[in-house]
Each structure stands twice: as structure tokens, then as C-alpha cells.
T-cell receptor, first 111, second 116 residues
Framework: GENVEQHPSTLSVQEGDSAVIKCTYS??????FPWYKQELGKRPQLIID?????GEKKDQRIAVTLNKTAKHFSLHITETQPEDSAVYFC??????????FGDGTTLTVKP | NAGVMQNPRHLVRRRGQEARLRCSPM?????VYWYRQLPEEGLKFMVY????????ESGMPKERFSAEFPKEGPSILRIQQVVRGDSAAYFC??????????????FGPGTRLTVL
């Protein structure tokens, strides 16, 4: 089955700096890669996703890149703000439906 | 358009009791997924259901756990004879039905199960 590895497990940055979280996947059939943000005690919320037919997608301060050959994808957050502090999860999906999640990255943005 | 609904939000059970967790998908969604999240850990897939069918239960423990998504009513995750290790947050997600090649999933608020 699919295996998703996510790094780093914790990340601390200064407000205004950039943050990068990386994930690798194993199943070449995976074709949809969402990223979720989860605040303490709350549900995971989709923040951005990318499909296998594109290499990059951007939404304001958030961008995601995908390298299908290397089977890795990354989340980039620019101009970080304290409210970006949360746990971020990557996931990989095939058409079979279920999501395989990475173990999460705890991002702390220091004011 | 209401989002994914889960109830109860918090559930306390004693060891050996049964826990029933309910999930109502978003309107128009016919695919339901259950995930378990242990404290300070990631989300682990348990089961994927469509109406009246279990599509993938590869993440579900073989004993004590069962899931259903009847023709009418919510999806139910049932845990029999709960043990302390079952304490976790259980999240349900739903996605659009057939014809959608990419399954964007929307999560409910979760049920936090505590086993005493």
C-alpha cells in the first residue's frame, strides 16, 4: 500500500520567514495530493491541493510543488504569521479513494 | 449547505462498553471515510464506505470494530468492548460520488472518545 513520509516533524520560524514542509510517497498510482492544517482540538482543514497533471500551484502565501518522477511534493508558506502556527499534514490519494497521511509537521511561528 | 456532521462530539465509555459514532456526510456526498487520530499523532485510515457498501476496510482492526453506511441515515462506526487504547479522536470525511476522479475530502469535527 501507499506510504507517505513527512519532514520535518517540528518546524519553528520567525514571523515573516518562509516555511517548507516536504513529503514523499511510494505509490506511483497516487494522483491527488492535499495539504491540511489542523489547529489544536479542531478538524483538519484543506488549505491547498495539487493534482498529478500539474507541477505547481499557488494560493496567496501558500504554494505546493509536485515532482512525480521523484515522488515528492512540498508545501511552501511565505511571510509566515503567528496564526499559521498549527499541525500540517500532507496526504496522497489514488482513484481508489482513501487518503494516506503523513505524520504531520508542527509549525510554530514566533512573533 | 451544512458540512460534515458528527455526533457525539465527546463520548466517555468504561472498559467493556460499546461506543457508537455517527457521521452524516455533506449533502450530495455518497462516499464516507473514517480516520483515527491518537493524541499528538497523525490520521490513520480505517474504512471507506459508499451507501450500503464497504469499499476498503484495510485500516480497521479485525476484531471489535465495524462500520456501516445504510441506505438511509448516517454512517456508524461501532466499537465493541472498548479498551483504553481505543481512546482517540475519530474523524469522518466525505467526498462527492461516482464520476469524481479526485476525491477531495471534507472533514467533520470529530468525536473524541475517552475510555475510562
Amino acid at each position: 500500500g501507499e506510504n507517505v513520509e513527512q519532514h520535518p516533524s517540528t518546524l519553528s520560524v520567525q514571523e515573516g520567514d518562509s516555511a517548507v514542509i516536504k513529503c514523499t510517497y511510494s505509490d506511483s498510482a497516487s494522483n491527488y495530493f492535499p495539504w491540511y492544517k489542523q489547529e489544536l482540538g479542531k478538524r483538519p482543514q484543506l488549505i491547498i491541493d495539487i493534482r498529478s497533471n500539474v507541477g505547481e500551484k499557488k494560493d496567496q502565501r501558500i504554494a505546493v510543488t509536485l515532482n512525480k518522477t521523484a515522488k515528492h511534493f512540498s508545501l511552501h508558506i511565505t511571510e509566515t504569521q503567528p496564526e499559521d502556527s498549527a499541525v500540517y499534514f500532507c496526504a496522497a490519494n489514488t482513484n481508489a479513494g482513501k487518503s494516506t497521511f503523513g505524520d504531520g509537521t508542527t509549525l510554530t511561528v514566533k512573533p | 449547505n451544512a458540512g460534515v456532521m458528527q455526533n457525539p462530539r465527546h463520548l466517555v465509555r468504561r472498559r467493556g462498553q460499546e461506543a457508537r459514532l455517527r457521521c452524516s456526510p455533506m449533502k450530495g456526498h455518497s462516499h464516507v471515510y473514517w480516520y483515527r487520530q491518537l493524541p499528538e499523532e497523525g490520521l490513520k485510515f480505517m474504512v471507506y464506505l459508499q451507501k450500503e457498501n464497504i469499499i476498503d476496510e484495510s485500516g480497521m482492526p479485525k476484531e471489535r470494530f465495524s462500520a456501516e453506511f445504510p441506505k438511509e441515515g448516517p454512517s456508524i462506526l461501532r466499537i465493541q468492548q472498548v479498551v483504553r487504547g481505543d481512546s482517540a479522536a475519530y474523524f469522518c470525511a466525505s467526498s462527492p460520488g461516482p464520476g469524481q476522479p479526485y476525491n477531495e475530502q471534507f472533514f467533520g469535527p470529530g468525536t473524541r472518545l475517552t475510555v475510562l
